[in-house]
């Protein structure tokens, strides 16, 4: 499964199921051990198995050690008498890999309806990682509470791609991922009902809990005029409108994807309003994700000057193209990273989730027609069903105090706060101050 700009494909590349060949039963009609290649296998004929590498969980190849092989070779054949109990009292008959039926459980969800491309390209790669540890033949029924633990302890010494290891947070993604696989097994009746070694898992890694990053108003104000006087030495080397899409993130609230897939077709002018519905480009996270919020006077400034710049007013299709290719943006980072160095922060600082947390810390000091704006009234705009999540996750209290009617974050009305921050962007001659 790999993601596209703007149209992501399934490609699901688990191997098909193949039924083994009949072979004939043990002489002595027991289980035994053997040694193939200097490594140890079982022969499960007996109990309706196969011949099958005895491999410890994490291993790529079979054990050479004899005690660990003996080991393995008893908990087979307890799963495969389980396996056989189960055939007889409880009809579950299909001893469903569990590669083969990952491969399954990812067709469904995608057929659904219900689970985004994004999301879905997520799940394989966990469930790769499930396959890669447990083993891709290895049967649904087989994997215990205990093996569930070894996997997740392994989960935490992978290397997340950023020079550390897969946080807390990342690891309860990969067993919820696989958890949601038991429960469609249990709904098939490709394991016994109830059956979720995930579920029955006590201790579970959590994220840390912690406060989201956020700008206070005047680091915001900051960060958009960085934005507005950054010019690329080459065209091809950042986008060319961050004025723009930083002013919408901002000023909207909205989720990354949300952002980026807006058209401009949501964006009126005359209604002075912002509207986020699914299209071609993207879908949107939940139902209440669908709706239309006030298009701020500093956002339609700048919305007025990228929809009807110098290079012509923009057609049908996306507010923000790539400008390579015309599709969906997927990637901000090295952008962000740019303008936020000449404000002085750091590589890796800023970055676009943390401007949907701003602007609900923001948008808590406005007022509403005089009054003090209501939690549920923020949560609609930023597409929530109700105000818990503003309330627990997205309202942060900042030491800067401001009352306005409608939402802005302009340099002109922090300059004393900003101080030598805003000279030092001043100087930077990439524009003349306003």
């Known amino acids: 499964m790999r993601g596209r700009r703007g149209d992501v494909t399934l490609i699901v590349s688990f191997a098909p199921f193949s ?36 491999v410890e969980p994490g291993e790529r190849a079979a054990t050479t050690d004899r005690l660990i092989a003996e080991t393995l ?37 995608r057929k659904s309806g219900r689970t985004t491309d994004r999301v879905l390209v997520q799940l394989e790669t966990q469930l790769r990682r499930a396959c890669e540890y447990f083993g891709s033949g290895r049967e649904l029924a087989s994997i215990t509470v205990d093996d569930v633990q070894g ?21 309860r993604h990969h067993l919820n991922a ?22 029955d898992m006590m201790d579970k890694p959590t994220a840390r809990s912690r406060e989201a990053k956020w700008l206070e108003v005047p680091d915001a104000a900051l960060l958009l005029e960085a934005a507005r006087r950054y010019a690329p030495e ?38 002075r309003t912002v509207t986020f519905r699914a299209n071609q480009h993207r879908r949107l996270k939940t139902d209440s994700a669908h709706r239309t919020m006030p298009l701020w006077p500093q956002l339609e400034e700048i919305l007025q000057e990228h929809v009807f710049g110098a290079a012509g007013p923009l057609g049908e299709g996306l507010l923000f193209p790539s400008p390579r290719t015309d599709e969906m943006i997927t990637d901000v980072r090295k952008a962000l990273d740019r303008i936020a160095g ?11 989730k943390m401007f949907r947390h701003t ?18 009234t923020v949560a609609k705009e930023l597409g929530h069903g109700g105000d818990s ?46």
């Open 19 to 54: 039924c083994p060949r009949r072979l004939s039963w043990p002489a002595n009609g027991r289980s035994r051990l053997f040694k193939r290649g200097g490594r140890y296998w079982g022969d499960f004929r007996a109990l309706g198995g196969k011949r099958e590498p005895l």
């Open 73 to 109: 070779l008893a908990d087979r054949i307890r799963q495969l008498q389980e396996q056989r109990r189960n055939k007889v009292l409880l009809g579950v008959e299909d001893r469903a890999g569990l590669q083969e039926y990952a491969s399954r459980h990812l067709v469904l969800k």
């Open 151 to 171: 996997f997740t302890e392994w989960l935490q010494q992978q290397p997340n791609g950023r020079g550390a290891t897969l946080r807390p947070g990342t690891v």
């Open 178 to 199: 696989l958890s949601n696989l038991y429960r469609r097994a249990a709904s098939e009746r490709r394991v016994t009902s109830g059956y979720n070694p995930v579920r």
């Open 234 to 271: 080459h065209r091809e080397d950042t986008i060319p409108f961050l004025h723009a899409l930083v002013g919408a993130f901002l000023l909207t609230g909205g989720r990354t994807h949300e952002v980026l897939g807006l058209e401009v077709s949501d964006i009126s002018f005359d209604r």
């Open 342 to 352: 000449r404000a002085g922060w750091k590589p890796g600082e800023i970055r676009s």
């Open 359 to 376: 602007y609900c810390a923001a948008r808590l000091q406005t007022l509403d027609h005089g009054a003090p704006v209501s939690p549920f």
């Open 389 to 434: 999540l503003v309330k627990r996750i997205y309202g942060h209290l900042g030491e800067t105090r401001h009352r306005s009617e409608v939402m802005e974050y302009r340099v002109e009305h922090h300059r004393e706060l900003l101080g030598d921050r805003l000279t030092a962007l001043s100087r930077s001659g990439d524009a003349s101050t306003p």
